[in-house]
């Protein structure tokens, strides 16, 4: 028993010795490449092997012929073991090269593309995390643009609709100073409907700044769909009575919901105005509400005849209009940007799809 502690011991004092000047190693290298640090933990474990074994072997007072037989053995494993973690190094190191240039042509701007070679399994779950982070950088990219030339056309039709309603009213105080306008009291209803328009196009402007800055504040508050629905067709009952457009809402469930009275108030206002100015004469504009799996969902149903494919997924966009008439009630195509933006910082979701004769716009809210 006392032998096999001592060949324990000497085994051990010099693998801890050939381990601390391992780590040694280690630490000076280690900046360098995955070939080094390979190639050190490869010697490191041969040279512990072999200072154990030579250990042993002096304590045993083995024959110089054995020694030297002893000797020769460890040395060609530690040959191989090096040549092998070299190579291992080697072939990391390469894959570790191919990920890099594929991560830096990403992030330069393009998309990422997989290195073909095998690689180890650390390495591949590193490429599919990338694969699935640019393909996120595309969408996040393709988003900005988008939303980048929704910004540069509503600075540029914003600039068109308060320039024309801007020009007309200094015409007509023009012509009241002047004394040339035949009907003062009809240019002082056109001068009062024009800054009306432009006060409510600066309202929209000042709500939609709220909604992107995330300083919209909400006081929710229960209340009925069935009142919300109900004030809201009160208040644009005139203009489909104006316009010829019949309004219909009969199919609405009485479900209680938390929101901002107000702010919903004003989504459900966007969106009939919005239905009833495209609806022709004698069309109908429906108002649904009803409870669903996922939530409340209130929906206006319109008769504008459907709205292209390739514009569905603009709709909710700022600036949007659906027509390129600038002339009033075109309006700035901030209403339903700001339905999308009050709907979703009540954490629903807005939608619309094409139904028979028009479309239908979906609001969809948590359930209380």
Same mark, same amino acid.
């Not at 801890?16 to 630490?27: D, T, V, W």
């Not at 393709?142 to 910004?151: V, Y």
């Given at each position: 028993m006392t032998d096999i502690l001592l060949i324990a011991l000497f085994a051990f004092l010099g693998a801890?010795?050939?381990? @601390? @000047?391992?780590?040694?190693? @280690?630490?000076l290298f280690r900046h360098r490449s995955l070939v080094v640090s390979l190639t050190v933990v490869a010697a490191v474990a041969v040279t512990a092997m072999l200072a154990g074994t030579l250990a042993v072997a002096w304590a045993m007072f083995l024959s110089p012929h054995d020694l030297t037989v002893v000797t020769t053995v460890v040395a060609m494993a530690a040959v191989v073991s090096l040549v092998t973690?070299?190579?291992l190094g080697r072939w990391v190191a390469a894959r570790s090269r191919d990920l890099t240039l594929a991560a830096r042509s990403f992030g330069d701007g393009g998309t990422f593309a997989a290195p073909e070679a095998p690689a180890t399994a650390e390495l591949a779950a590193l490429t599919r995390e990338l694969a699935a982070t640019s393909a996120k950088l595309d969408t996040s990219r393709?988003?900005?643009?988008? @939303?980048?030339?929704?910004?540069r056309e509503l600075v540029a039709w914003i600039s068109h609709d308060l320039r024309t309603p801007l020009a007309g009213l200094r015409a007509m105080s023009e012509a009241l100073e002047d004394g040339m306008a035949v009907d003062s009291q009809r240019y002082l209803r056109q001068i009062r409907t024009e800054v009306e328009r432009m006060s409510d196009m600066v309202g929209d402007l000042f709500e939609l700044s709220r909604i992107h800055a995330g300083s919209l504040v909400l006081t929710p508050t229960r209340i009925s769909v069935y009142d919300l629905v109900g004030d809201a067709l009160a208040g644009a009952g005139p203009l489909a009575r104006e316009l010829g457009v019949r309004l219909v809402g009969d199919r609405i469930e009485a479900v209680p919901v938390e929101v901002d009275?107000?702010?919903m108030s004003r989504v459900l206002g966007n969106l009939l105005i919005n239905a009833i100015r495209r609806t022709p004469a004698d069309?109908? #504009?429906a108002v649904t509400a009803h409870r669903a799996d996922d939530g #409340? #969902?209130?929906s206006v149903t319109d008769g504008c005849g459907g709205i292209p494919e390739e514009d569905l997924s603009r709709v909710f966009d700022t600036g949007w209009r659906g027509t390129h008439a600038r002339t009033p009630p075109a309006g700035a195509g901030l209403g339903l940007a700001i339905v999308r933006g009050i709907v979703e910082a009540h954490a629903g979701r807005a939608e619309v799809r094409n139904v028979t004769g028009g479309c239908c716009f979906e609001v969809t809210l948590p359930v209380v």
């Open positions: 801890a010795a050939a381990g @601390l @000047l391992g780590a040694l190693a @280690l630490r973690a070299m190579l393709e988003r900005e643009r988008a @939303l980048e030339t929704s910004r009275g107000k702010e069309g109908t #504009v #409340v #969902v209130l």
